[in-house]
């Protein structure tokens, strides 16, 4: 099977909800779908979002003629492609680890804040208890008295 690749569905937010977008690659782009955003926080809408919009690409391409299947990606990507391959929520089945998996993805990778055992902090398995600011040399606490 060849794998040229014709586009993206990207999910852009705005003001009052996330849109889905079909983007080609010659850089055009054509609205899919919206969800408001309190829904989008819901991780079952959220997921039948991105079906959603994906089957809209795959109805489109193949109204227009087009033979296209769709390329799943693993969920566990490998260690050259993503340094964060070994962290345990690609396995994990909390709800949180949906959110956590999505961040691991994004180009906003390199970001994330890990915890000293190499967690990311929004991993269900780390609890945070306390933030701590600086200043004029001495650490205070977040927490105001």
């Known amino acids: 099977m060849s794998e040229n690749k014709i586009g993206d569905v990207v999910v852009l937010k705005s003001e009052t909800q996330q849109q889905a977008f079909y983007q080609l690659a010659d850089g055009t782009s054509v609205f899919l779908c919206a969800l408001a955003l309190d829904d989008y926080e ?3 809408l959220r997921e039948r979002f991105f079906e959603l919009a994906t089957e809209i690409v795959l109805a489109r391409i193949r109204a227009s003629g087009g033979n296209v299947a769709l ?3 693993d969920t566990v990507p490998a260690p050259e492609t993503n340094p964060h391959a070994g962290v345990p929520c690609w396995l994990c089945t909390s709800p949180t680890s949906a959110d956590v998996r999505a961040q691991l993805r994004s180009s906003a990778a390199a970001d994330i ?14 609890t945070a208890v306390g933030a701590f600011v600086g200043g004029s040399g001495t650490p205070r606490s977040a927490v105001r008295r």
Do not use: E, F, I
């Open 113 to 126: 804040h890990l915890s000293p055992s190499g967690l990311p902090m929004t991993c269900c398995r780390v």
């Open 71 to 73: 390329a799943q990606r």
């Open 42 to 44: 819901n991780y079952l």
